[in-house]
């Protein structure tokens, strides 16, 4: 006996844009995080410059204190430091082949301040010797100005400010912001907020970044703890001050001051010391 033929039921096609969609999920959820990380590394990786800088952790278990200058040596990293000085009329007058035989490389010097007080800026009256005789005698050289900034628009004054003091002069190091509180006497800075401090620093390294050089921005332990956002500062070479042989910063650093107390020949009395992390290539 046959069987009856029934009618075959239709066969199921793929929905073919339910197929697509869960094909490209997958990759759009892909390019969008890349995206995002893209962002966000372009907004807090270093800025690209000639000198390879980058915020680093320092290993201290590398880190050898002899004198008159520390070492520091980190394979796994291919970071080498060299050794250098910052200086400012405070030091007087300044033997500089003396400072280079002694093994220096660089030299940090003060270009020029505002006052405390009446919010001038000034030079740093040892400003020009300094940076030429650094210069004359083989060392590498940047500069740093001391704010007292109350806000974006004074901060790029001091920038506008210390570019025209510095044209003309061999600055092949960074150009640093340095603001921190100043203890000795009241100050007009005494009410600054950590947000305008980062505010500060932000629109003063962006016109030192314009003008062609490598802005820093100076800070220590107090400051990047309690006053300067560093997430949003992160970008920039980092020069941080602590006293210690284990210095710690989130994030870490590309020149470390390890000491207001050092003493080095052809400087009379105390200078700082400092070690700034280069690529070991370099």
Request: proline share 6%; glycine share 8%.
């Amino acid at each position: 006996m046959s069987q009856p033929q029934y009618p075959r039921r239709p066969r199921r096609t793929p929905n073919k844009r339910r197929r697509l969609l869960l094909i490209l999920l997958p990759i759009l959820i892909v390019i969008v995080g890349l995206s995002l990380f893209a962002v966000y590394r372009m907004q807090h990786s270093i800025i690209k410059n000639e000198l390879g800088l980058r915020n680093l952790p320092v290993d201290s278990s590398l880190l050898q204190t002899g004198a008159p200058f520390y070492t520091y040596e980190n394979a796994d990293d291919r970071v080498r430091a060299v050794p250098g000085v910052d200086v400012s009329i405070f030091q007087g007058e300044i033997d500089w082949p003396a400072v280079k035989a002694a093994g220096a490389e660089f030299a940090i010097i003060r270009a020029a301040y505002r006052g405390y007080e009446t919010g001038k800026l000034v030079p740093d009256d040892t400003f020009a010797r300094n940076i030429d005789g650094a210069a004359a005698a083989g060392l590498h050289v940047g500069v740093y100005l001391f704010s007292q900034a109350l806000n974006e628009e004074e901060a790029v004054q001091e920038a506008d400010y210390l570019l025209e003091l510095i044209d003309g002069h061999p600055v092949d190091y960074p150009v640093v912001y340095d603001q921190e509180e100043y203890t000795a006497d009241q100050a007009r800075t005494d009410g600054l907020t950590g947000e305008q401090a980062t505010k500060n620093a932000l629109a003063f390294c962006r016109r030192i970044h314009e003008a062609g050089y490598l802005p820093m921005i100076y800070t220590n332990n107090d400051w990047a703890g309690t006053m300067y956002d560093m997430k949003q500062l992160d970008h920039y070479p980092i020069w941080f001050a602590d006293y210690t042989t284990f210095p710690t910063l989130s994030g870490g650093f590309a020149m470390w001051q390890y000491t207001d107390q050092g003493t080095v020949p052809g400087i009379s009395g105390p200078v700082d010391l400092n070690l700034l992390l280069l690529p070991a290539d370099t």
